[in-house]
């Protein structure tokens, strides 16, 4: 997820471990690794050994990168297997390097291949049961009525939120949603109205004891008044109906205003992934378009 870039000043207390997992958060990471790559399933994707190759219309970078979730026989071959399929794809070779798959021999190949390395993000958890109270009325006026509606397809209202505050729902709307129709999981679509007006969203996925938070976005009026708290509270509720236990989330390091927020519910940094693409002088077969709005993804 990416988002708003207020000045850094208070620490960041979503800063956590970034190399060496120890035991249980490196069984944790891999599971949730698992777990995100099925809350976002690609278009198309071929597996190399242990990386799969993801191609989804240039939405998202998750969805267009490999995840290199174990080894393969020659990194070499494998590099250039992975640049023929991202330029067919007209896209550029990007990898999605986590903990899970520490490969010292793909770092290196990516260093002398020139590939940056972007997007910071971390993997949070958190209890469930810490996120499903509702807080205090997100409205200034305490008469204003707060509404929350919740369905298991994206509205008009919805995307209208959506779209004004991230990139997967703007400019690369129509990839994210069909990313979203081969998506096989219990999904929710929240949307919270003060006063009968529209102003923030959220969506959740379910998977086994999990809930994945992804698509969070107030409108820049309705902000720092707890709505997206609401919106949470509201995703949480609705997981645990359904069995979920836990909930975890995507936060960039850019995005300073929700990781102070999910911090302050609970939520505790797991790991971090970033991504590396090849340099933009490598071949590509046509133009393809990043996006690039203040905000992004709900799948970073
Ligand atoms: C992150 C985001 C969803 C938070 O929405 P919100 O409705 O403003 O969140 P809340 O009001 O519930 O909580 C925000 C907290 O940050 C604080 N905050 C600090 N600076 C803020 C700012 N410039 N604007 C809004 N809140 C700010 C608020 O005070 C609040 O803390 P508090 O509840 O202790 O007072 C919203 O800022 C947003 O849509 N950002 C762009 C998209 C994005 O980053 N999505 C999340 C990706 S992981």
Known sequence: M???????????SLVGLRAD??????SLARELEAVANRAWPPLR??????????????????????????????????LAAVSDFYTAEGLPPTFQLTP????????????????????????????LGALVSVPPSPSRSVSASVGVATADVPGDEWLRVAGQVLTTFGVQRAGTLAVLSVLRLPTVYVTLTVDGVPAAVGRGVTDDRWLGIYSMATLPAARGRGAARWVVAALAQWAGARGATHAYLQVEEVSTVARGLYADLGFRPVYRYSYRRAPLSAPRAAPVSRGGGPAGAGAA
Do not use: F, K, M
Not at 2 to 12: I, N, Y
Not at 21 to 26: E, G, K, V
Not at 114 to 124: A, E, L, N, S
């Open 100 to 127: 899970v798959a520490r490969s010292e021999q793909l770092g290196a190949a990516l260093d002398a291949a020139g590939y940056d390395d972007t997007g910071p993000t971390d993997v949070c958890v958190a209890p």
């Open 45 to 78: 994707q071929i597996e190399i050994g242990g990386w799969t190759l993801r191609a989804s219309a240039g939405a998202s970078r998750r969805g267009n990168s490999v995840w290199a979730h174990g080894s393969v026989p020659d990194v070499r071959v494998a």
């Open 2 to 12: 990416r988002g708003d870039q207020a000045a850094p000043s208070p620490p960041d």
């Open 21 to 26: 997992l120890p035991p249980d958060d490196a």
